[in-house]
């Protein structure tokens, strides 16, 4: 009994369900895609989330590994918390629209590496997601380190129920699938707005302030960090980003099915 209300024991459980949704999203829209499209479609989906995902960790560039720490490190001082947050969400916003932008520019690159219209259209799509998706990383990282992990879990598994309704609401429809990749702007719009209203509502912090000496810090530390967490996406993803490099979005599709399937389940 004094386990189950043992704080630790709740924030895992908290935490265990946010990794279910995620497991279980992914495997719907797999499923979804393939069943009301076919295996192109679901090429050309995977293919460019895969490069949302590679191009999602140079944009953030590690900024959230260093709020994590900080904010459990000055988890007693609001006033110093605050203007490294703030700094920190600055710093995420100006890299996220840097990065939508270049990702939409470079629309012609991804024409030419995957030799497919559809998938550089998906992949500039997907751009306006990054627009966001940086600042809430940093805010999600933030909520970790206070140990806000009932809240940090729900905006989680919100964030992939997201993705996982948009993709397949345009599945079914007569869009074109490359527009499936709005889910993502779809979800970072809903996870900012929930972790708006709850900063609103709790107020953690009791200064915000932009400080030049928490952008060097957060830089110097999110550049160490950057490797790892590029690696750990660029290892779950080179699978599906070399298939449809050297074939063509079918066969992307149909490997990427069962790889996405296997992924959820692990």
Same mark, same amino acid.
């Given at each position: ?12 459980? !908290? ?8 497991? #279980?999203? @992914? ?25 949302? #995902?590679? #191009?999602?960790?140079? =944009?953030? !560039? ?35 629209? *840097? ?21 550089? =259209? ?9 627009? *966001? ?41 007569? *869009? ?21 209203? !709850? ?14 000496? !928490? ?22 993803? #080179? ?13 992307? @599709? ?9 992924? @959820?389940?692990?």
């Amino acid at each position: 009994d004094s386990l189950s209300k043992h704080k630790l024991t709740r924030d895992i459980a !908290w935490s265990m369900g946010s990794f279910f949704v995620l497991a #279980i999203s @992914g495997i719907v829209i797999n499923v979804a895609v393939t069943a009301l499209r076919d295996a192109a479609a679901l090429g050309v989906f995977n293919l460019a989330y895969a490069v949302y #995902i590679v #191009i999602s960790q140079l =944009a953030i !560039w590690g900024i959230h590994y260093s709020v994590l720490r900080h904010a459990a490190f000055f988890k007693e001082n609001p006033v110093e918390r605050g203007t490294m947050l703030f700094t920190a969400a600055a710093m995420a916003l100006v890299s996220g629209v *840097l990065a939508a932008a270049l990702t939409v520019l470079a629309e012609p690159l991804f024409a030419a590496i995957f030799e497919s219209s559809q998938t550089a =259209a998906a992949v500039r799509y997907s751009a306006l997601g990054l627009l *966001l998706f940086p600042l809430n990383k940093v805010l999600l990282a933030y909520l970790n380190g206070l140990q806000e992990m009932r809240v940090f879990s729900i905006l989680q598994g919100f964030r992939y129920l997201m993705v996982m309704l948009t993709v397949t609401a345009i599945a079914a429809s007569s *869009l074109p699938i490359e527009l499936a990749t709005l889910a993502f702007f779809v979800a970072e719009v809903g996870t900012a707005l929930g972790a708006v209203v !709850w900063f609103i509502k709790c107020r953690p912090t009791e200064s915000m302030t932009f400080s030049a000496v !928490w952008v060097r810090k957060h830089f110097a530390f999110g550049t160490k960090g950057l490797a790892g967490g590029m690696f750990a996406e660029v290892n779950s993803r #080179i699978d599906v980003l070399l298939i449809g490099f050297f074939l063509n979005d079918r066969a992307t @599709g149909i490997y990427s099915f069962a790889a996405m399937l296997v992924d @959820g389940l692990y």
